[in-house]
């Protein structure tokens, strides 16, 4: 059950030292893992995108993680170096600030795969909520700020259940009942199913665990518009 308030948050399994232990140690394994068979992919990655427009290959921004401490996010750059810190007052998939190339990149998350460093260097998780810029989190209520009590991921439930075509709201909500229920096996299922969704596209429709009929936005506003992934 999705709630607004749940003093019970941190009675989750996810808190217990042995669960963080283990959480951090198949993070550290999978991320090595994953940095060895993707790296020279990434790097093709950077010489296209140095090809296709020019500036540098990769993106860094501040962002907010665990008990809201900053860190660097690395990703694939995706817009055109001139547009960088410039907000639209919408964004569609023919924004004018994003590259050719960067087009695809987002489209099939590709661009997200240098956040394999941040998950060796204990930034991240491969699974929790997507790290928000300090700006929105200073917006964040009560109940939205319950979502720092673990570190962000690459992926999580939100990314698998209709991600950005969802209320900003209802994505938060999502991944408040993802701490509360957290198990190894869940994250397994979240990763099994964003690899299905990187294949499909989003969908409004996907719902692999039967949250949308629990989630309510009257409750859970933010004063701000989302402006990231």
Not at 178 to 204: H, M, P, Q, R, V
Request: charged content about 20%.
């Amino acid at each position: 059950m999705i709630e607004d308030k749940d003093k019970c948050l941190t009675k989750s399994t996810l808190f217990f030292k042995g669960s963080l232990t283990l959480k951090r140690s198949i993070d550290l394994f999978s991320g090595l893992l994953g940095l060895l068979i993707c790296s020279p992919f990434i790097l093709l990655m950077a010489l296209l995108v140095r090809l296709d427009s020019p500036g540098n290959p990769f993106f860094t921004q501040v962002r907010v993680g665990k008990n809201g401490k900053h860190f660097i996010i690395f990703k694939m750059r995706t817009l055109y170096r001139e547009h960088f810190g410039i907000v639209p007052d919408e964004e569609g998939p023919c924004d004018y600030r994003i590259t050719r190339l960067g087009k695809y990149l987002r489209l099939s998350k590709l661009d997200e795969l240098p956040q394999l460093l941040n998950v060796i260097f204990g930034h991240m998780s491969l699974v929790g909520p997507r790290p928000d810029i300090p700006e929105q989190a200073c917006s964040y209520t009560p109940f939205q700020r319950q979502r720092l009590l673990i570190k962000p991921g690459l992926t999580g439930v939100a990314q698998i259940s209709g991600n950005t075509l969802l209320s900003w709201p209802d994505r938060i909500a999502l991944d408040i009942w993802y701490i509360k229920n957290w198990s190894c096996l869940l994250d397994f299922k979240i990763i099994l199913f964003t690899l299905l969704a990187i294949i499909k596209g989003e969908s409004l429709n996907a719902d692999p665990f039967g949250l949308h009929s629990q989630l309510a936005d009257k409750n859970k506003t933010v004063s701000v518009e989302r402006t990231t992934d």
